[in-house]
């Protein structure tokens, strides 16, 4: 009879945990781990005993209360200022997982909030993306993620552990940069990519992606990475690699296309700038006047600088983000060539030109008419002088002529005299020199009459 009041009492107690329950808590944890279970309660509440318990929470399914430490796997403790008790659950096993209740003892009715607890093995994942490198050489592995963990933090981890991945990081999204790895998050794609640069065949193995979660386990997804040594002279350095020569124009323009293989059309497409792939900078997402346009049916990247600066000639390195091997990327070398005449500067210098054409025109056809004139100046000055000279001529020959005269006498100084004058043709010629000949006959005269 008192064991059945016992059991009815028991019922009554499970019954009035379900309708005492003020909410459900959710808990997950890794098999092997331990696990937290955190629940609150109201003011005026600290001093009273709380428990956790399993099942129905009869006798035997309280697991530990607040008046002992430890028991067994399971530890409490009770923060009274904030009035939330934990229990801890180590080393968990798959059969831990189940329904609890976090139980508040007082007269009366006890005080219930339901949880349950989930446990998952601590192993990630059923598959795994492969991805292949080669020593020295980089490798970048893309993680997607639900589009509603953009704001998340993500991080990754070597191994397949995930309870202890967050803490075991190489890098996170908070701190994108760890020596050679780099995280970039693109939240329009929901992909972070994981950039490794200096590769050895110590990176080769598996790697988790993580997406941290506030509640419940984080979220994962595997990549097994494997890194190949340098069998090949053809690996040491890029003799095989892809290669453009290209050159733009300050202040221009400019687009360069960048083909990879059509496997790897879903892939993160890339481009960086730097005289070495293993340290080149992403530009895309550092450089707003560059802009990335996956062309998928033609298996090729278009890439447009919208406005060329003398600083963009360098190295670039494009191609698809899943392995750094000989043709999933292409070297280009880009060189800028100072600006050409802007359009309206060119103008404005052909117009000039054809003004000062104009003016030399204008101006060797003045000197053209002044040198005209010159010349017909200086014809009629010549003309002039050889006038002259015919007339100094003329002095000469009647000064002969006087002086032959004196010599022979007076009848025939008279007598040459006589001859100039009745010379009608000469007279007209040397007409204006009648005077002179009479002074120079007179004298010739004078002179014949003295001796």
Not at 202 to 212: A, P
Not at 350 to 360: E, K, S
Not at 434 to 441: G, L, N, P, Q, S
Request: aromatic share 10%; hydrophobic share 30%.
């Amino acid at each position: 009879m008192w064991s059945l009041q016992s059991q009815l009492f028991t019922l009554c107690i499970a019954l009035s945990c379900v309708t005492s329950a003020a909410g459900l808590i959710h808990v997950s944890g890794y098999e092997g781990r331990e696990v937290n279970v955190s629940c609150g309660y109201g003011e005026g509440y600290e001093s009273y005993e709380k428990y956790l318990c399993k099942n129905d929470c009869g006798n035997d399914d309280v697991l530990i209360t607040t008046t002992e430490t430890k028991k067994n796997k399971y530890s409490i403790y009770d923060d009274k200022k904030k009035r939330v008790f934990t229990t801890t659950i180590s080393d968990l096993s798959l059969k831990d997982a189940g329904k609890y209740w976090c139980g508040v003892t007082r007269n009366g009715k006890d005080i219930y909030t339901e949880v349950k607890l989930e446990v998952v093995q601590d192993s990630c994942c059923d598959r795994s993306t492969k991805v292949q490198s080669h020593e020295t050489g980089s490798v970048s592995i893309s993680c997607p993620y639900d589009s509603k963990y953009q704001n998340n933090l993500k991080y990754i981890c070597r191994g397949n552990q995930p309870s202890t991945c967050l803490q075991q990081a190489t890098i996170t999204s908070d701190r994108k940069r760890n020596g050679e790895l780099r995280l970039d998050d693109d939240n329009e794609s929901s992909k972070f990519t994981v950039t490794i640069t200096g590769l050895t065949q110590k990176d080769s193995g598996l790697y988790l992606c993580g997406v941290h979660r506030s509640t419940g386990l984080d979220v994962f997804s595997a990549v097994e990475l494997e890194v190949k040594a340098q069998t090949s002279l053809c690996f040491t350095e890029w003799c095989c690699v892809k290669s453009k020569q290209l050159s733009g124009i300050v202040g221009r323009p400019f687009t360069m296309l960048c083909p990879y293989p059509p496997q790897h059309g879903d892939n993160r497409k890339f481009l960086c700038k730097g005289d070495h792939r293993n340290n080149c900078t992403d530009v895309v997402t550092s450089q707003s006047r560059f802009t990335l346009q996956d062309d998928v049916p033609s298996s090729s990247i278009w890439v447009t600088i919208t406005e060329l600066k003398a600083g963009d000639a360098a190295t670039y390195w494009c191609g698809s983000d899943s392995q750094w091997s000989v043709g999933n990327y292409t070297k280009i070398q880009l060189s800028v060539d100072a600006a050409l005449f802007h359009p309206v500067v060119f103008i404005v210098l052909a117009v000039l030109l054809i003004l000062i054409f104009a003016l030399v025109m204008v101006y060797k056809y003045k000197c053209y008419k002044a040198r005209g004139a010159g010349v017909s100046m200086n014809m009629n000055k010549t003309k002039a002088a050889e006038a002259e000279e015919v007339i100094s001529v003329s002095d000469i020959y009647e000064n002969q002529d006087v002086v032959a005269c004196s010599k022979q006498g007076t009848s025939k100084a008279q007598s040459t005299c006589n001859h100039y004058d009745d010379a009608g043709e000469d007279q007209s010629v040397y007409q204006n020199f009648d005077i002179t000949e009479e002074i120079y006959c007179n004298q010739a005269y004078t002179t014949a009459n003295k001796r």
